[in-house]
């Protein structure tokens, strides 16, 4: 099977586009509302999105909301991971309802969770090693050791991150409830055009950031202005608001190059109901 840049953008928007009322619900409740929480519960983090602010106080604003930033990151990871399941699962051919493709995500999720402890306890173990080798050959610390071995991680991870992306399609869509049977699924459709996936992964990467750091500075400094309670609220609402626009694209981009690669690109896909 083959992998096109293209084709993979204009499908992901074709599916986004024909599903995009009962998308923008999940991705409501799911990826935006949680967001919102994050930041209502943690007040603080609304001046460290601010721009100029300063690195000591994100610090003492980390240190004293770890309580609410561990709670509401956990929980916004577990409804994000149901969200992008239900969504990959409304845009993938088979045409469930929504009641359907979100039992479907509450089923996986437990196939889910154990397959992203997998590939983290994976990669923990790499990297030991690589620092472990380092440590052999270069026993003194040195700033070009360090910038070295941070490119190679970044790389490693880089790397490892397109073999695995389709793991979560996997899941939904083939109903692999094995997590080590969904990671080798993954691992073995991308490994013909890995550097291509990457590379697209990287194109998709970078105007999100640009985006993210254009928005923060056209809404951080005003909303700071209007009130710490307004800034909360409308730094949650923008951050929340790309959020979820970003996984209802991304979440069609799976699906579009699962189908290329695994054999459903021709399955007939209708908006759901």
Do not use: C
Not at 60 to 67: D, H, K, N, T
Not at 131 to 151: K, M, Q, T, V
Not at 153 to 168: D, E, F, K, M, Q
Not at 179 to 193: E, M
């Amino acid at each position: 099977m083959t992998f096109d840049m293209s084709r993979t953008w204009t499908e992901a928007l074709g599916l986004t586009r024909a599903n995009f009322q009962i998308l923008a619900i999940i991705a409501g409740v799911f990826l935006l509302l949680p967001g919102i929480l994050f930041y209502v519960a943690a007040p603080d983090l609304a001046a460290m999105s601010a721009p100029g602010a300063d690195a000591e106080a994100i610090s003492a604003a980390i240190a004293e909301q770890a309580g609410p930033i561990v709670t509401f990151g956990l929980l916004s990871f577990i409804l994000g991971q149901i969200a992008y399941m239900a969504m990959v699962a409304l845009m993938g051919g088979d045409r469930p309802t929504v009641a359907q493709a979100l039992k479907l995500a509450a089923r996986r999720l437990p196939t889910l969770v154990a397959a992203f402890l997998i590939f983290i306890i994976g990669l923990v173990l790499i990297f030991t090693i690589v620092g472990l080798i380092a440590a052999l050959f270069a026993p003194r610390e040195s700033a070009g050791l360090n910038l070295l071995l941070a490119i190679l991680i970044a790389l490693i991870s880089a790397y490892v991150v397109t073999r695995l992306s389709l793991t979560l399609p996997a899941i939904v869509l083939e109903g692999e409830r094995n997590p080590l049977r969904a990671l080798a699924a993954s691992w073995r459709l991308t490994r013909p055009h890995v550097w291509k996936i990457l590379a697209f992964y990287i194109l998709l990467v970078i105007p999100y950031m640009v985006l993210s750091i254009v928005l923060g500075f056209i809404f951080g400094l005003p909303l700071a202005l209007a009130g710490p309670d307004i800034a909360t609220f409308g730094l949650g609402l923008v951050n929340g608001l790309l959020g979820a626009l970003v996984g209802v694209v991304f979440s069609g981009i799976l699906v579009s190059i699962y189908g290329q690669l695994a054999g459903r690109a021709d399955e007939r896909r209708q908006p759901a109901s």
